[in-house]
C-alpha cells in the first residue's frame, strides 16, 4: 500500500507543478511572447510561450487525439508494470511516478486546451531551438532511472549466472 502512495504522490505532485506552472504562462504571456527570467542567459533560455497538437517537437500536429489516447494506454502500462515490480525497484518506483504524472499533465491539458501548453525555451544559436514543459521533462528524467535500474539488474543476474558458472565447473 505504501508503494503505491508514493506512486500518487509522485504522479499528483508532478501534474500539480505542472499545471500551475502553465496555468501562469497562460495567465501571464500571450502566444508567441518570451520573458528573459535570467538575463545573462537569455540566448540560451527563455520562457515563451506556445502550444504543441502533435507529438515531441510538433511532430505529427494533426494527430493530437491519437497522442491523447497513447497517453493513456502508456499510464495505464506503467501502473500494470508497477504492481509487478520486485521490491529493490526504487529508482523504477520513482520513475514510473515521473513518466506518469508528466503523461497525464500533457493529457489534461490536450483535454482542456486542445494542445499542450510548452513554455521552457532552450536554444544553442544555429543548432537546436525547442519549446517543452515541465511534464516532458517529467517524463525525460524519469526514463533516465529505468535504464539505469534496468542496467544494474541485468549486472546482477549476469554477476549471479557467472557465479553459478563458476562454481558448477
Known amino acids: 500500500m505504501r508503494r503505491w ?3 500518487v504522490a509522485v504522479m ?13 504562462v497562460i ?14 542567459l537569455s540566448q540560451f533560455f527563455q520562457i515563451t510561450r506556445s502550444e504543441n497538437r502533435g507529438s515531441a517537437f510538433g511532430f505529427l500536429p494533426q494527430a493530437g487525439d491519437i497522442f ?13 508494470f508497477y504492481g509487478r515490480l520486485p521490491d529493490h525497484a526504487n529508482l523504477t ?7 506518469c ?14 494542445a499542450v501548453v ?12 525547442n519549446v517543452s514543459n515541465l ?8 526514463v533516465f532511472p529505468i535504464f539505469i535500474d534496468s542496467w544494474r539488474g541485468e549486472r546482477a543476474r549476469k554477476a549471479v549466472t557467472l557465479e553459478g558458472e563458476e562454481a558448477s565447473s
Open 27 to 40: 495567465d501571464s504571456l500571450r502566444m508567441g511572447e518570451s520573458r528573459q527570467p535570467i538575463p545573462a
Open 5 to 7: 502512495l508514493f506512486l
Open 12 to 24: 499528483g505532485a508532478v501534474v500539480a507543478v505542472d499545471q500551475v506552472t502553465k496555468g501562469w
Open 135 to 142: 511534464a516532458d521533462h517529467a517524463i525525460v528524467l524519469g
Open 101 to 114: 504524472g508528466g503523461a497525464l499533465g500533457n493529457a489534461i491539458d490536450r483535454l482542456q486546451h486542445g
Open 118 to 129: 510548452d513554455f521552457i525555451h532552450y536554444q544553442i544559436p544555429g543548432v537546436i531551438s
Open 68 to 80: 491523447l489516447v497513447i497517453a493513456v494506454v502508456v499510464v495505464t502500462a506503467m501502473l500494470v
Open 93 to 99: 518506483r520513482l520513475a514510473i511516478g515521473l513518466i
